[in-house]
Every structure is written in C-alpha cells, then in structure tokens.
C-alpha cells in the first residue's frame, strides 16, 4: 500500500523513490511512503486562505464544540485505529494510551474551551492597567489567533496521540495544521487523519497531511507561522536553526530527549505500600509501549541500603513481562516499531554498559512468543546497575529509547536531588514517599530542571494516571536536554498559537473592541429596568444606579439572628469600639443582600437565575446609619449553547459597585445571571 498525503483538498501520492515501512512484529512490508512532488509552499498558503480565515471567525465555543463532536466521530472508529496499530506492535494497552488518549485530548479541550474561555473570536488577557492620572487612558491586553499554519512534526511512538495533543490546542486557538508524523509509523496517522476528513466536521484547508519527508516546507514559513517538533535533540537543534526559521523569529517548540529518574524516598522501605508502588511503575514504564515514550522511567534512584532489594524485586517482576505478538496469550510487551530502533537501542545499551553493568535482559537469550525474534523488532527487557552515578556521566547522557532503564543508588536526599538534576532538564520525575516533608524538598529541589513532578503514596495512588502519562490539563514539556518547549497544560497550550497585543486608549474605546465594560467608559442607562430586557436587548455599559438604604441597628441585630453570624464587630458594641473598625459595622453578607434588594427587580422576566458571583472585594467598612445605593452595569456577554428543547439563554457579567452617602465604594463584585435570549419571533 503506497500512503497518500492530503494536501490542498486532495489525497496525493507522492513521486519518486518510497520508503518501505515494516511489520514490527513479522517483519512484513505493511506500506510505502513518499512526499516527493509535493506543492509545499502551496499547502502553506492553502492553509493560510482556506482554513485560517473560517477557524478565526469562529469563536472558542465553537471551535470548542468542533473539538468534541470530532472525538465523538474518532470514539466510534477506534477499532480501525486499534487494527492500524497492530502494525507498528502495539498491545491493547498501548493502543489505549495512543489511540483513546488522543482522543481524550480533544474532550478535555472541548470541556476547557467552553468553560473557560469566551463565547469569543480572541481572549482577553488579564485586568485592565490603568495609565493615566484621570483614568482617560488605559491598557489591557487580547490574545489573537495568528494568521498562519502550524506545522507539527511528530514522533514514531504515538503515531495518534502524538497528532491529536497538538492539534486541539491549535484548532482551538484558530490556526490551521499540516502534521507531518514519523515516517516509520505513519500508516498509523494516515488511517485516522482520513476518517477525520472523511467526517467532514473539520472546515476545508484546517488539517493537511505530509507522508515522508517535509521537503522545502520550512523554506516558506513566516512569523505568523508556528512550527513543533518532537523527537531527537540533534533534529531538534537542526530545524530550529534552519534559516526561514530564525529570520522571521518563527515560534518554535521542542519536545526532545528526556532521561526521566523516579526516586524511592528513604521510607519508602521494603515491605511498605510505596516500595510496592515504585517496583510496579518502575516495572510498566519500562514496558508500556515497549519502553517508546519519552515519558519513561530511564533513571531509578534508590538509597543505598535498598539497591539489593529493588533490583531483586525489579528483577522478579520483569520474569512476569511476556515479550511477543501482542495478540499471542499471555503477551505483556510487544515489539519495538522497526528494525532501526532495535539497533539504535542496542548501541545505547552498550555505552551505558560502560558506566554499570547488566543485572537483567539478555538480548542473546530472550524467549519471543508467537513470533520470530529475527523477523520482528524484538528487544528484551534490560536492567542495568550503576554503583557510581556521581561519577560517571553516561546513565545522564544516553537514552536507550526503549525498554531500559538504570538502577543508581544515592546517600542522602541532597545527593538525590543532585542525581535527578544531572539529566539537564527532563519531562517528567516521580518520587515514592509518604513523608510529605521529603516529598516538598524533593519537589522544590529538583522543579527548575522537571517539566512535571508526580509524588505518589498510598493515598494517592488509586486515583494516579501514573508516571509516564502526559495529561491534557497539566503542561507537557521540559527544559534544558528536554526541548525547553511546553505543550498543552491546559488553556495555556492554546496561546502558543495567538498573538498577545498591548491595546491602549479610552475606556469606552477599549470597551467597545473588547465587548467588556471598563470603568471610565460610558454608561448609557434606560427607563426599563435592565432585568426586564432580554440578553439580546441588553448593551454592555448599559448601568442602573439604584434608590438609597439607610443601614440600622435593626438591620444588624436582625441579621445576626437570621444568619448565626455574631462576630464581635457587629454585635458587641465595646469590643468593636477597641477594634480597628472603632464602632459596631454590617455583616459584609448583609451589604451583599441588601445591595440585592436594590437593584433587583422582583418579577418574572428574563433574568432566570443567580450563575454566581465573582472577585467580591469588601473596600469600606458600613456603619449605622450610613446610606447605601449600587451602580450596576452591564459588563459582559456570553451567549450560552442550547440544548434542543431547553430555553435559549445567556450569561451576563454585571458590575456591581456599592457606595455609602460619600460616593465611596464599600463593596465592588461581579454577579452573573442567566438570561433568557429573545424568542425568535420577536427579534424577526
């Protein structure tokens, strides 16, 4: 089968000479791929003028929503994935990782984007400074999609989850995408970027597909452009010094090599739950994917006086770990992806063999079941043990990516911390301990040099995603040797592909490009209350300033009553004297109340219900006998999904100010109320 690129709106197979790609586990030729002949300065402005444009006139909410009914569509073919996989040796387990963990990356954006971002076309980034004396003039800051594409250049182990953690981030932000997998695995990828443009969810030139090599494709990038890239350090280095790149400052992220240690904290001991958990995680990440996850478990740092006992039962474990054809009983690890890896493993293993020596995996020796050692790209199981890891530089340097890994023993939790620092900067590092005294100065003695930190124990654990699982809401990157780039970590994945922009003018300027009221702007007001108007007839700025309420004694003692709240301040007349407020004050709960009362309007209308409040701030103490009122202003607008059947509606952001009779702000807050839409009728 000779794989085909999409590019331009079209299935293309490529010219030239192909690259033969292999069954990992029989050793078979499954496809051939090829991007020779490819238009890809042309895919770049395809991208560009056809995708760009519709992803940005989207709003998140509905990018959003593409997300999640494109999970739903891959959920309902994953079997196809699943049968893809069997190619590159994948077992059940690993294809769950892969295939399901992809798709979970685009629920769990889908979920983010409709809960924590604006039913918006941009973002806006923080609070508004203010920059002048009078308030005339001030700044805030929009995030913006870019006007570009961007390219994602992918790994061999996660041929689906490598594609699609990238890309709900980028769709959700507005860009668009060429993905360009590995090619040893890209029959993989090939399969689901199909069914994805099968579905026809996704809007034309919003995803392209490279198999092979990228060709001149990085020649035409420009700085609206962004490029990613994940795999080997060298290859890394090299496109991100590759001129286009550098001249027009190219956004470019890096996810590369990674020599991940996890620690077993000294009480931790054998016999304890957590020793029994650190030999478990140890032992599946050396054998989950077959040791292929840049996550994985490379060093294990272990006090001195337990190394006989982790390698004993390490050892043991491992005995239990089948190595075979995924689908031969009893199967526990599959095979490498190719032939290639094989050797590339083997020749780390026998550098590493020059700092420590081998204590379990013969590659001489080791039983395949269910298939042919020799065919397929079977690789043992492979303990080494370094007893002077200070001292020797290769179990920090050199990442056999597979399933090895290296014991080293340290004398006390400074020199552990120091262990787990010289991997110069890794993804991912785990410690074992129930004390949580250890596990903060572990924690903050080795977080400069860790993208992600997991510190497991016994109450933890049954809730734990493990080691070696890179998560949709967590960042995924590292510094130093591990890229220095950053991925996901929830909405923060989504800026890497918009533009921050500085606004400054006017209040009621930036009010009206924002679509949120800032203080200084005009505030229309209307005769009709604005809890009478419907969302759609409600204008933001739109203020309400209320009648007055004199506060009274009564208000205070009936409060206290009512609540159970009887705080000296406000029910002990000397103690409050000899407080900081110098006399008996209102509940800060009954201001709130009382504000209600004044600016709400009690029938049935639009306004359904109370969604919340927010950044309720108590500025100025309330006494007896002050007279409050409220400016309320229509500050925002979130226009919500609607279910069939369900009443149409909206979230409005009010601005509540509550001032005394000095015009003096005493409580300042937002509440949000859904409010009904305007029924279609009417607004015909």
């Known amino acids: 089968m000779k794989l085909s690129s999409y590019t331009q709106g079209e299935w293309i197979k490529g010219t030239g000479t192909p690259t033969p790609l292999f069954h990992a586990v029989t050793g078979e030729k499954v496809a051939e791929a090829t991007s020779e002949g490819l238009d890809f300065k042309g895919m770049l402005e395809y991208g560009r003028t056809v995708g760009g444009p519709v992803l940005r006139k989207m709003t998140f909410h509905e990018r959003a929503a593409m997300l999640k009914q494109m999970a739903k569509y891959l959920t309902e073919r994953k079997e196809e994935f699943y049968f893809a996989s069997n190619a590159t040796g994948a077992t059940k387990a690993d294809c769950w990782i892969d295939v399901d963990g992809g798709i979970g990356t685009f629920f769990a954006y889908s979920s983010k984007g409709r809960r924590e971002l604006p039913n918006e076309t941009f973002q806006i980034d923080g609070a508004v400074e203010g920059l002048s004396k009078d308030g005339s003039f001030v700044g805030r800051h929009i995030c913006v999609p870019l006007e570009g594409v961007a390219i994602h250049i992918n790994a061999f182990n996660f041929p689906c989850w490598g594609m699609l953690e990238k890309l709900a981030p980028t769709f959700l932000a507005g860009m668009p995408a060429i993905v360009k997998p590995a090619t040893v695995t890209s029959f993989v990828t090939e399969n689901m970027v199909r069914a994805m443009i099968e579905s026809g969810i996704l809007p034309k030139g919003a995803l392209q597909l490279i198999v092979g090599g990228v060709g001149d494709l990085l020649d035409h990038v420009t700085c609206q452009d962004v490029v990613t890239f994940?795999?080997?350090?060298?290859?890394?280095?090299?496109?991100?010094?590759?001129?286009?790149?550098?001249?027009?400052?190219?956004?470019?992220?890096?996810?590369?090599?990674?020599?991940?240690?996890?620690?077993?904290?000294?009480?931790?001991?054998?016999?304890?739950?957590?020793?029994?958990?650190?030999?478990?995680?140890?032992?599946?990440?050396?054998?989950?994917?077959?040791?292929?996850?840049?996550?994985?478990?490379?060093?294990?740092?272990?006090?001195?006086?337990?190394?006989?006992?982790?390698?004993?039962?390490?050892?043991?474990?491992?005995?239990?770990?089948?190595?075979?054809?995924?689908?031969?009983?009893?199967?526990?690890?599959?095979?490498?992806?190719?032939?290639?890896?094989?050797?590339?493993?083997?020749?780390?293993?026998?550098?590493?063999?020059?700092?420590?020596?081998?204590?379990?995996?013969?590659?001489?020796?080791?039983?395949?079941?269910?298939?042919?050692?020799?065919?397929?790209?079977?690789?043992?199981?492979?303990?080494?043990?370094?007893?002077?890891?200070?001292?020797?530089?290769?179990?920090?340097?050199?990442?056999?990516?597979?399933?090895?890994?290296?014991?080293?023993?340290?004398?006390?939790?400074?020199?552990?911390?120091?262990?787990?620092?010289?991997?110069?900067?890794?993804?991912?590092?785990?410690?074992?301990?129930?004390?949580?005294?250890t596990a903060r100065t572990v924690a903050l003695g080795v977080a400069p040099y860790h993208g992600r930190l997991m510190i497991l124990n016994r109450h933890s654990a049954k809730g734990s995603t493990g080691h070696g699982s890179p998560l949709p809401q967590l960042v995924h990157g590292g510094p130093g040797r591990a890229g220095g780039g950053e991925e996901m970590g929830g909405v923060r994945g989504v800026w890497h592909y918009m533009q921050r922009t500085a606004l400054q003018g006017s209040p009621t300027t930036l009010t009206r490009i924002s679509n949120e009221w800032i203080k200084g702007a005009t505030q229309p007001s209307d005769r009709i209350h604005p809890f009478r108007k419907y969302y759609d007839e409600l204008e933001i700025g739109e203020t309400l300033i209320t009648h007055r309420r004199t506060i009274t004694e009564a208000d205070i003692v009936n409060f206290a009553g009512i609540s159970g709240d009887t705080f000296y301040a406000?029910?002990?007349?000397?103690?409050?004297?000899?407080?900081?407020f110098g006399a008996r004050v209102a509940h800060g709960y009954f201001v709130l109340a009382a504000a209600a009362g004044l600016f709400v309007d009690p029938a049935p209308g639009p306004v359904l219900a109370n969604y919340g409040l927010e950044g309720l701030r108590f500025v100025k103490p309330v006494y007896i006998g002050d007279t409050i009122h409220v400016r309320l202003t229509c500050k925002q607008k979130t226009a919500k999904d609607t279910p069939e059947g369900s009443v149409p509606q909206g979230v409005v952001a009010w601005d509540v100010e509550v001032m005394n009779q000095n015009d003096e702000s005493v409580a300042i807050y937002t509440i949000l109320t859904l409010v009904q839409r305007q029924p279609a009728t009417q607004l015909q």
């Open 570 to 580: 406000h029910v002990d007349d000397i103690a409050a004297k000899e407080s900081l």
């Open 230 to 437: 994940t795999g080997s350090a060298s290859t890394g280095r090299k496109l991100k010094t590759h001129p286009a790149i550098v001249e027009h400052s190219v956004r470019f992220n890096m996810e590369a090599d990674s020599l991940n240690f996890s620690m077993l904290a000294p009480d931790a001991t054998p016999g304890s739950e957590e020793f029994y958990l650190f030999i478990k995680e140890v032992t599946r990440e050396m054998t989950a994917k077959a040791g292929q996850k840049c996550t994985a478990i490379r060093r294990t740092l272990v006090p001195q006086s337990m190394v006989s006992d982790v390698i004993a039962a390490l050892q043991k474990r491992l005995t239990g770990v089948k190595i075979g054809d995924p689908h031969a009983n009893g199967v526990k690890m599959g095979p490498l992806a190719g032939r290639g890896q094989v050797t590339e493993v083997g020749r780390s293993v026998e550098l590493l063999l020059k700092a420590s020596e081998r204590v379990y995996g013969d590659p001489n020796t080791f039983e395949v079941i269910g298939a042919d050692r020799e065919k397929g790209a079977f690789f043992p199981t492979t303990l080494l043990y370094c007893d002077s890891p200070m001292t020797y530089s290769e179990p920090h340097a050199i990442e056999a990516f597979g399933p090895v890994n290296t014991v080293m023993s340290y004398s006390s939790i400074d020199e552990g911390i120091e262990l787990a620092k010289m991997g110069r900067g890794s993804l991912v590092g785990s410690l074992f301990t129930a004390n949580d005294d």
